[in-house]
């Protein structure tokens, strides 16, 4: 069963959700500043989740200094800018088997909880 987190070490966010979901050693930890994403692996995912831009993070600094907010971006933009820089990527990512959870909403948090502790 895959098992693999993406995440950024220097996110306070990133780290306080680790921590509240008591995250089992068995994890692959990659830090995405250390490690970048390759096309490959930004594919993968949006494969997984239906979209780049379900993993595109409008939070990012860059997005409001490269005024991105104020454009429509097409799915091969989106692949571009995750491409680009790290910070575009809307984390923790986290694969658990054939399930993927995408950003640090509470939502997202309390399901990958209980999908963490249902198996």
């Known amino acids: ?13 990133c780290k306080r959700i680790l921590q509240e979901i008591e995250l089992p050693q068995d994890f692959t930890v990659v830090d ?17 989740v239906g979209s780049y831009e ?12 490269l005024g991105l ?3 429509q971006l097409a799915e091969t933009q989106y ?13 923790p990512v986290v694969l658990l088997g054939e ?3 995408v950003g ?8 990958l909880q209980k999908a963490l502790h249902n198996d």
Do not use: W
């Open 79 to 91: 692949r571009q800018y995750l491409l680009h820089h790290y910070t575009f990527l809307k984390r």
């Open 69 to 71: 907010k104020d454009q």
């Open 32 to 48: 995405i500043k250390k490690e970048p994403l390759t096309a490959e692996i930004i594919d993968a995912l949006a494969k997984r």
């Open 1 to 13: 069963m895959q098992k693999t987190v993406y995440s950024l070490s220097t996110c306070g966010t």
């Open 99 to 101: 399930q993927t959870f």
């Open 54 to 65: 379900a993993l595109f993070s409008r939070n990012a600094q860059l997005y409001k200094s």
């Open 104 to 111: 640090n909403s509470p939502a997202t948090v309390s399901a």
